[in-house]
C-alpha cells in the first residue's frame, strides 16, 4: 500500500503531498523533510528505490520534480514506480508536456488526476483513458455550472438596471 505521494522540486520544495495513512501533522512534516533530504542527496545514477524506518521509499525523477511514494514493506517497488509513470503520463496527456508551474498553477486538477488513478494508497484505475475522460468530464460540468453562475448574475444586473431606469 501507498502511504504518501510527494512531488518535490529539486530546491526541496514540496509541491504537492497526498496522504494514504492517518499521522499527526508533526510526524507527516518530519518523513517529509527526511526524504526530501535522503531523495536530493542521491546521485542520478544511484537506485530509485531506499528504505526509510520501517517503509520503502520509491522515487523518479522527471525534469525538475522528484515524485516519491512511501510503501509497505512488502509491496513491489516497480510496480510503485509504474504507477508513477502512468501518473506522469497522464499529466502530461491533460495539460500536454506537464511542467512544475502547471502543478503549481493548477494543483486542485493534480489532486484531482491522482484521486482518479490511485483510491486508499491503492492503484484504482489503470486506463489512462478512463482517468482522462472523468477529469475532462469534471471540467466540462464545471465550466457549464460556471457559465451557468455569470447569466444569473448577468441577468440579476439587467433587471436591476431596468427598476432604475
Same mark, same amino acid.
Given at each position: 500500500?501507498? =502511504?504518501?505521494?510527494? +512531488?518535490? =522540486?529539486? *530546491? /526541496?520544495?514540496?509541491?504537492?503531498?497526498?496522504?494514504?495513512?492517518?499521522?499527526?501533522?508533526?510526524?507527516? /512534516?518530519?518523513?517529509?523533510?527526511?526524504?526530501? *533530504?535522503?531523495?536530493?542527496a542521491r546521485r542520478t545514477r544511484m537506485c530509485n528505490f531506499l528504505e526509510y524506518k520501517d517503509t520503502k521509499v520509491v522515487y523518479r525523477r522527471y525534469a525538475s520534480l522528484f515524485f516519491v511514494c512511501g510503501i509497505s514493506a512488502g509491496d513491489n &517497488?516497480?510496480?510503485? +514506480?509504474?504507477?508513477?509513470?502512468?501518473?506522469?503520463?497522464?499529466?502530461?496527456?491533460?495539460? !500536454?508536456?506537464?511542467?512544475?508551474?502547471?502543478?503549481?498553477?493548477?494543483? %486542485?486538477?493534480?489532486?484531482? @488526476?491522482?484521486?482518479? +488513478?490511485? @483510491?486508499? !494508497?491503492?492503484?484504482? &484505475?489503470?486506463?489512462?483513458? =478512463?482517468?482522462?475522460?472523468?477529469?475532462?468530464? $469534471?471540467? $466540462?460540468?464545471?465550466? %457549464?455550472?460556471? $457559465?451557468?453562475?455569470?447569466?444569473?448574475? +448577468? /441577468?440579476?444586473?439587467? /433587471?436591476?438596471? =431596468?427598476?432604475?431606469?
Amino acid at each position: 500500500m501507498i =502511504s504518501y505521494i510527494l +512531488l518535490v =522540486s529539486r *530546491q /526541496g520544495k514540496v509541491r504537492l503531498a497526498k496522504w494514504f495513512v492517518t499521522m499527526p501533522p508533526k510526524q507527516k /512534516g518530519k518523513i517529509v523533510k527526511d526524504v526530501t *533530504q535522503l531523495v536530493l542527496a542521491r546521485r542520478t545514477r544511484m537506485c530509485n528505490f531506499l528504505e526509510y524506518k520501517d517503509t520503502k521509499v520509491v522515487y523518479r525523477r522527471y525534469a525538475s520534480l522528484f515524485f516519491v511514494c512511501g510503501i509497505s514493506a512488502g509491496d513491489n &517497488e516497480l510496480v510503485t +514506480l509504474e504507477i508513477i509513470h502512468r501518473y506522469v503520463e497522464v499529466l502530461d496527456r491533460y495539460f !500536454g508536456n506537464v511542467c512544475e508551474l502547471d502543478l503549481i498553477f493548477n494543483f %486542485q486538477k493534480a489532486y484531482a @488526476i491522482l484521486d482518479e +488513478l490511485i @483510491i486508499a !494508497g491503492e492503484l484504482q &484505475e489503470s486506463s489512462k483513458k =478512463s482517468v482522462l475522460r472523468v477529469v475532462t468530464q $469534471s471540467d $466540462s460540468i464545471e465550466e %457549464q455550472e460556471n $457559465s451557468e453562475d455569470t447569466m444569473a448574475r +448577468l /441577468g440579476s444586473r439587467v /433587471g436591476q438596471m =431596468s427598476k432604475t431606469l
